[in-house]
């Protein structure tokens, strides 16, 4: 039996906790308010490549937020419906998403020594240590 | 973090049980951040308090739906209720979710109204002055060159650091309450001298002079730079109020733009290198001709169908001299049977448009002026609108998106004229 390759990555804490899930990665940053349905969890940014697609357990590897300043209330609003991600990768490094990250209360780490949009794909599944810092990947094949 | 004695005494609870839970709020988010420590700041805009009827019943169903109690959960995050006493600083909120007249018009039920005003006691009872609007620099808050804020409200936090010269970072609800409470924010990011300077160059090789043609160029450099921050050479005319606003509310949208340089013009950038700092920009980027019809075609995406039924206007919040332009184009004239013409703008500039007569002009002509909101805030368009026409990058970004409605993109004169005639008749000039 193959066995499933594992690759761990370091950062640093933004939210402390652990999580894990399947990973929901996109290589467009991600609006909030407006470009969310907080109810579900799904992007609806008419243009974004998640379109229709619902982060909603998933652990959410992006590159940062962008918009409105309605962010972190869009996602604290996603945290009260239960549809917000489990945790969250990103890499740039934003008050959106600070502040959106501390009150959605999800394990949430940036910085990485890898790129975790390259390493990551969508289906991988994701362990977050928000105190520690890590990821730990283990590759769907 | 280094704390000061004073955010110290406040963590601890000496200063009471919700300053307590807001400098939690505003250290866990410090800490998020990577900051420091905390500057002062003593002019905030934010939305306390505010909640949605979902809201409302969310916390109902857990026992307490009250102003604190929304206030302490929601604003600052906290497990428990706390009381929340007078705010500390200048504090006002930024748009709401209704009209206070003209709520039947959109949408909006008896209770919802009810509610909103009963939130509006609240808040004013606590020291927050209701401003309502996207526009805060057009309705009495305008804040020194320098001057450290906590602002919401993208397109208000660009131009306060852009045209302004103040300094302020993109906050959010919750760091906005808890800024309100004890007067701190986060010492990172637009706060610091060193972040402010630009790392991409834009060269406009196109005119850009209407209002029209800046809201373009601040879609496409939002697009192209996203959270980073431009400078932005060349061919640009008329860098008016209106101007700025459309230009940094769009760069907002479609990226994250929260401060911009134009050398000559805004006051961090005499000239390019003041703009940039001792670092040549990393990128340049050229805006011209063919730019400029992509970004066209780009926010026209979603129009299909010519027959307009809701014209749009006032994304952000329209100043007094749109109005008087909305009212010079409609004076004398109709809009067509069956549509709706509605233009947003804060309560103080409707009241200087209703004793200058451009209100009426505008009703007689079919059109309203409404105030404290938008289409997209609210969540609400005229009943059975499939088309909107809009004059703003940043309204055509969002509504088509939440409303599921065609939107055309044009200049205000293009959306006027389809009020008037109920057809979509505006091009790329």
Redesign the interface.
Known sequence: MPVAATIILRG????GGVAEGEALVTHE?VSGW??IDP?TGTI????HELRGQSFKDKILVFP??????????AF??AR?TKSAPKAMIFN?????I??????TRAP?VTGLDQDPLTVIETGDWVKVDGDLGIVEVIKKR | MRLTRDEQAMLDGSAGGAKQRAMD?LV??A????AENFVNTTNVAG?PGSSTL??QN?YQQRGDASYEAVFSQ?DL?SNEIVDVPQMEVHACHLQGGLDPVAWPEQGFSQAAFEHQMEDESAATSHGIRMLKTCTPYLAGNVPAFGEHCA????SA?VYCNSVLGART???????TAAAMLTGKI?D??FHRDGFRRATHRIQVEVPVESVMDWGMLGYFVGEMV??RIPVITGNLSNPDLVRHKHFGAAA??S??VEMYHIPGITPEAATLEMATGSNPPRVTIKYGPAERRRIYE?LN??GKSAEVDYVMLGCPHASLEQLQEAATLLDGRKIAAGRALWIFTSRAVKSVADLSGLTKTIQSAGGMIMTDTCS?IGRFVPKGTRVVALDSAKQV??L???MNVEAWFGSTEDCIRAAITGRWEGACL
Not at chain 1, 12 to 15: D, L, P, Y
Not at chain 1, 98 to 103: P, Q
């Open positions: 640093r804490k933004v939210v940053t407006g470009g109810m609806i940014e008419t243009r940062g937020a962008k918009g409105s300043s309605g962010w972190s209330a604290h609003l009260l740039e490094m934003t008050t959106k600070a502040l959106g990250a501390v009150v949430s | 709020l866990r988010y800490e998020a951040l990577g939305v979902f809201l969310y929601f995050d602002w919401m409200e993208s936090v970072n993109t906050e959010g609800r919750e760091s986060p990172w990011g996203g959270e907002a949208s990226g994250g780009t995406a979603t997209a970004h969002y088509p998106a939440m």
